[in-house]
């Protein structure tokens, strides 16, 4: 049965404060754990690629297992919450250790290190990161409520990615003094104690204000549900081909301004650069989405933000062919390319809590932590398969953890030029075909959630 109370102020400052620090710590995760491991402690970019992409292989097998733990769970606290806190709490522990190795440790015994706790971190974070999407369908009653949001916990998670985006280099250094192994270990316990904070809060305000009372399914079940569920399936299938894209620009960025741009004052440039893109993600999530929705459909600024991500990458890859190096000029590419991960990374939210209706009324279950256990593991996944991509491309481009390979890496036009296809050409790969899927498959229109909507309220 679903109340009618709609949400309240705390319920959605909450559930917003711990989307920003939940996605601080992703972020951090994402875009900084083949940099510290390669470049700072000198570990193979190839060793490290396979460990991220074994970690992800392994989250096949325990994020939908995980997802049916969190449907069987029935306590006082509701299903969701207590593994929402649990898991908050361990994942902030391991990415403390992720990034604190203990200074005695090289060769076989710092890979097998950096190995088991990026496998434990992606444990952990399943644990964490499957209840609280699946709160968002338990504790709202559908329609513009369920967008609302939606959007506003995906723009939330979207301002902590920028965060980490924007101040990481800056307070890295600060921190360590110079010294970019330390920093890094201060950073992490300053980002472990927030994040730990901002969920505990969310847990204290959050209720789920709807259950369905059908059986626990069993394990089989499930993949049987998920398989059977297309348009989940379709989702799925863009959001990796998205966060595939961006996140191999994200892991080779620091690396164009360390060893392409180069100079004294890269990390200047790069935090500069940085700072305009998380500022620009944040206001696409918070600005033009919401002035866009007002005009036109979900759908259409899924796929105006589509031409705008492969426009931004197209001229980017100009501008690095014709040896631009103003941070300036960057910039211009720059703006379309943030503006539309921005506003995808709220729509394939959206997209995927309406499956959840949808999959209700195809296989007469609501299965909200399985569905979103699909969006956890596929979101990792990507972030596996393009570090890995990445480490690829840094093996062959030559580039090491020596400062002094900026000059090398600069007279070194092969080398620049695996690095700037990579950072550019694959991306637009990707999302072409994501586009594509998603306009074959996809057909969850708002006229049709309304016809569902519809059709539920008459089971009930």
């Known amino acids: 049965m679903v109340s009618s109370m709609k949400l309240t102020g705390k319920e ?105 706790f990026y496998i434990l971190w992606g444990v952990t974070y399943t644990m964490m990161d499957i209840p609280f999407w699946s709160m968002i369908p338990a504790f709202t009653e559908g329609g513009q409520e369920r967008e609302g949001l939606s959007t506003l916990a995906r723009s939330c998670a979207g301002v902590g990615s920028a965060i980490i985006t924007i101040i990481t280099m800056l307070c890295v250094p600060a921190l360590g003094k110079g010294d970019e192994r330390e920093g890094f270990r201060l950073f992490a316990l300053i980002i472990a104690i927030v994040f730990i904070a901002v969920i505990s809060f969310a847990c204290m305000m959050i209720k789920e204000k709807s259950t369905v009372d059908v059986d626990s399914p ?48 890269w990390n200047d440039g790069y935090v500069l650069f940085n700072t305009f893109g998380g500022a620009i993600q944040i206001l696409s999530m918070m ?22 991500a492969i426009g931004g990458y197209a001229i980017l890859l100009l501008m690095m062919f014709s040896t631009v190096s103003s941070i300036y000029l960057l910039m211009i590419p720059g703006f379309f390319i943030f503006t ?36 956890t593991f596929v979101v ?42 990579t950072m550019t050409v694959l991306p637009i790969a990707g999302l072409l075909v994501a586009v594509f ?17 519809i059709e539920l309220q008459k089971r009930k």
Request: proline share 2%.
């Open 12 to 116: 959605k400052v909450s559930y917003g404060l711990g989307a920003v620090g939940k996605d601080m710590v992703y972020m951090l995760s994402a875009s900084y754990i083949l940099y510290y491991y390669q470049d700072i402690l000198g570990v193979s970019a190839v060793a490290m690629g396979i460990i991220l992409l074994v970690a992800r292989i392994f989250d096949a097998f325990n994020d939908p297992i995980m997802g049916v733990i969190v449907a069987k769970t029935r306590t006082k606290w509701g299903k969701f919450r207590p593994w929402l806190f649990i898991g908050t709490l361990l994942n902030a522990i391991v990415l403390y250790l992720m990034f604190a190795v203990p200074p005695t440790l090289d060769g076989v015994g710092l890979v097998a290190y950096a190995a088991v």
């Open 287 to 308: 600005l033009f989405y919401p002035l866009l929705r007002k005009v036109v459909s979900a759908m259409q600024v899924f796929y105006i933000s589509f031409a705008m």
């Open 218 to 265: 069993s394990v089989g079940q499930m993949f049987k549900a998920l398989v059977s569920n297309d348009q989940a399936m379709a989702v799925v299938i863009t959001i990796v081909l998205i966060n595939c894209s961006l996140y191999i620009t994200s892991n080779l960025l620091i690396y164009f301004f360390k060893y392409d741009i180069g100079g004294a004052n």
């Open 340 to 375: 539309a991960f921005g506003m995808l990374t709220v729509l394939t939210t959206v997209f995927l809590a309406n499956t959840v209706d949808y999959g209700e009324l195809k296989n007469n279950r609501r299965d909200e932590s399985v569905i979103f256990s699909m969006q």
């Open 380 to 421: 990792k996944l990507a972030s596996g398969v393009a570090a890995m991509i990445a480490s690829l491309c840094l093996s062959i481009s030559n580039i090491s953890n020596d400062t002094s390979a900026a000059v090398a890496a600069e007279t070194a036009g092969s080398s620049v030029a695996v690095l700037r296809m």
């Open 437 to 453: 899927i998603f306009a074959k498959k996809y057909i969850l229109t708002d006229a049709k959630l309304k016809e569902i909507s």
